[in-house]
C-alpha cells in the first residue's frame, strides 16, 4: 500500500463568497437607476412605436401618391393622340415628354414593345401582357430587379401603355426619415434618462434624508426630528418618521428619568439596611460587645421593614415597566366590575374603614388588569391617610360627554395647594406623606394607566376635607 503525503486526500477548502458579488446579485440596481432606467424604457417604447407608426403613415403617404400619380401619367399617355415614328409607328405623343419615366407601347399578340429611342426599355411581365390582352383592366406592381414601380394600362386593339418609375427617391425620402427618427427617438430617450434621474434624485432627496438620519440613530442615538418641507407623500412620512423619532425619545426620557428616581429611592433603603446589617454582623463577631436584646429586635424590625419597602418599590417599578410595553390586544372592560374586584382587595386590608360605593355601569376597551391594580391604588392610598373608623367614599358615574370618572375620597388631612399638580409624578411625597410607608409610584402608576386608555388623572379636595383624586376614562354606558 503506497503511502501519500499528508493532506493529499484533504477536502477542498469551501470558497468564501464575495460580500461585494453577493451585494452586487442581490442588489443589481439602486432606486434611482431602476427609476432611470424605468422612466428612458417608456419613453423608448413610447419613440419607437410613435417612429413606427409615422414612418408606416409616411411610406404609405408617398407609395399611394407614386402610384396614384403614375396611373394618372399613364391613363394621360394612353389618351393622348398618336404621332409617327421613325419606323412609321405611331405611339402616344406623351411618349416624348416623360423625361422622368420608363415608357412603352405593349402589342398583347405580338409582345413587341415600342419605347422612345433613345430610351430605356421598361420592366414587362405576365402582368402587362394580360392588360395588354384585355384579361385585367389595369396592372400595378414593382419590379424585384429593378427596383421599379410598373404601371399598366390598355391602349385598345389589343395593346397597354407600359409606365415604370424608379422608386429610389421615394426610398432614398423613407431612408432619410427613418434615420431622422431614429436620431430624435435617441435624443428623446436620452432626454428622459437625465430627466428620470433629475426627477428621481429630486424625488429621493427626502428618502435620503430619512436613510441618512436612520443611520444616524443607529450609529450615534441623536433623536433630533428630520426638516419637513412640502405637503407630498414623502413629505407626510418624515412627519410620520419625526413623530416616531418623538416617540422614542419620549420613551427613553421616561426611562433614564425612571432609572434615576429609582436609583435615587432605592439608595436610602439601601444603605439604611447596609447599616443595620454591618452592625449585626460586628455584634455577631468574637469578642465583640454583644447588643442589648432590644436594640437587637429594633434593628430587625427596621431590616425587615426595609426589605417591605423594597419589595414594594421593585415590584411598582416592574409594573411600571409592564405598562410602558405596547398591548398585544385590548378587551372589553366591564369597569364596574373592575371597581368591585378592587374593592373586595382594598377591603381586606382597610381594618376598620368602611366604603361609601356607588356605581354606575360603564364600559371601555383596554386591559382589565391594569385599570384593576390602579384602583386598587387609588383605594389603598385612601386608606393609607384614612384614619380608623373613617369612611371612604367610591363613586362610578358617566359625565355625558363620552366619559365616566372613577372618584375616590378619603376622610384623611387632604392634599395641599401646592402639592395637587405633583402627587401623579413618579416617586412624589409631600412632606406628610414621608413617613409613612409607600414607594411613590402608586399615583404614577394610576396616571400611566388612565393615559394608556385615553383618560387623565387629577387631583383635589374633597368636601369632606380629605383628597379627591379622580380617573376620567372614555367609553359607553351599558346598554
Known amino acids: 500500500m503506497t503511502d501519500h503525503p499528508a493532506g493529499a486526500y484533504a477536502a477542498p477548502e469551501a470558497e468564501v463568497p464575495d460580500p461585494r458579488g453577493t451585494r452586487w446579485s442581490t442588489r443589481r440596481f439602486s432606486l434611482r437607476g431602476r427609476v432611470t432606467l424605468l422612466a428612458a424604457a417608456c419613453v423608448a417604447g413610447a419613440v419607437a412605436l410613435v417612429s413606427l407608426c409615422a414612418y408606416l403613415v409616411v411610406r404609405n403617404n408617398l407609395l399611394t401618391q407614386l402610384d396614384d400619380n403614375l396611373l394618372a401619367r399613364a391613363q394621360a399617355a394612353a389618351n393622348s393622340p398618336q404621332v409617327p415614328t ?61 427596383g421599379m414601380r410598373v404601371v399598366a394600362v390598355p391602349l385598345g386593339h389589343g395593346q397597354a401603355i407600359v409606365l415604370a418609375q424608379s422608386m429610389a427617391p421615394t426610398m432614398r425620402a423613407l431612408n432619410q426619415l427613418s434615420v431622422v427618427l431614429f436620431l430624435v427617438g435617441g435624443a428623446g430617450i436620452v432626454v428622459a434618462a437625465g430627466a428620470g434621474t433629475a426627477v428621481a434624485r429630486a424625488g429621493l432627496r427626502p428618502v435620503d434624508r430619512l436613510t441618512s438620519a436612520a443611520e444616524r440613530v443607529a450609529a450615534t442615538g441623536d433623536l433630533r426630528p428630520i426638516p419637513v418641507s412640502g405637503d407630498d407623500e414623502l413629505a407626510r412620512l418624515t412627519h410620520s418618521f419625526n413623530i416616531m423619532l418623538g416617540t422614542v425619545a419620549d420613551s427613553q426620557e421616561r426611562q433614564r428619568q425612571l432609572v434615576a428616581d429609582a436609583g435615587h429611592e432605592l439608595r436610602t433603603p439601601l444603605t439604611s439596611m447596609r447599616t443595620n446589617l454591618e452592625l449585626l ?147 412624589y411625597r409631600s412632606s406628610e406623606a414621608r413617613t409613612l410607608p409607600g414607594s411613590g409610584l402608586g399615583l404614577a402608576i394610576v396616571k400611566h394607566a388612565a393615559e394608556r386608555h385615553g383618560g387623565t388623572v387629577y387631583a383635589n379636595r ?17 346598554a
Open 86 to 146: 421613325d419606323q412609321l409607328r405611331e405611339v402616344p405623343g406623351a411618349l416624348l415628354a416623360s423625361a422622368d419615366l420608363q415608357i412603352g407601347q405593349l402589342n398583347g399578340l405580338t409582345g413587341d414593345l415600342i419605347y422612345p429611342q433613345p430610351g430605356t426599355r421598361p420592366p414587362v411581365g405576365p402582368a402587362e401582357m394580360r392588360v395588354a390582352t384585355g384579361v385585367l383592366p389595369q396592372s400595378l406592381r414593382t419590379d424585384a430587379t429593378t
Open 281 to 427: 454582623l460586628s455584634a455577631s463577631r468574637p469578642g465583640a460587645p454583644s447588643l442589648p436584646d432590644e436594640d437587637r429586635a429594633d434593628i430587625e424590625a427596621d431590616i425587615r421593614g426595609q426589605l417591605d419597602e423594597l419589595t414594594q418599590l421593585i415590584g411598582d417599578l416592574v409594573e411600571l415597566a409592564r405598562q410602558d410595553e405596547p398591548r398585544e390586544q385590548a378587551e372589553r372592560v366591564d369597569l364596574m366590575d373592575v371597581v368591585e374586584r378592587a374593592l373586595d382587595r382594598a377591603r381586606r386590608r382597610a381594618g376598620e374603614i368602611e366604603f361609601e360605593v356607588a356605581l354606575q355601569p360603564w364600559v371601555l376597551t383596554g386591559d382589565n388588569s391594569s385599570l384593576e391594580r390602579a384602583v386598587l391604588n387609588l383605594l389603598d392610598n385612601a386608606v393609607k391617610f384614612s384614619p380608623q373608623g373613617s369612611r371612604v367614599r367610591v363613586t362610578l358615574r358617566p359625565l355625558g360627554d363620552g366619559t365616566a370618572v372613577v372618584e375616590v375620597a378619603d376622610s384623611g388631612p387632604g392634599i395641599a395647594e401646592e402639592d395637587l399638580p405633583k402627587v401623579f409624578d413618579r416617586f
Open 462 to 478: 374633597a368636601p369632606e376635607g380629605g383628597a379627591l383624586l379622580t380617573i376620567r376614562l372614555p367609553g359607553a354606558p351599558v
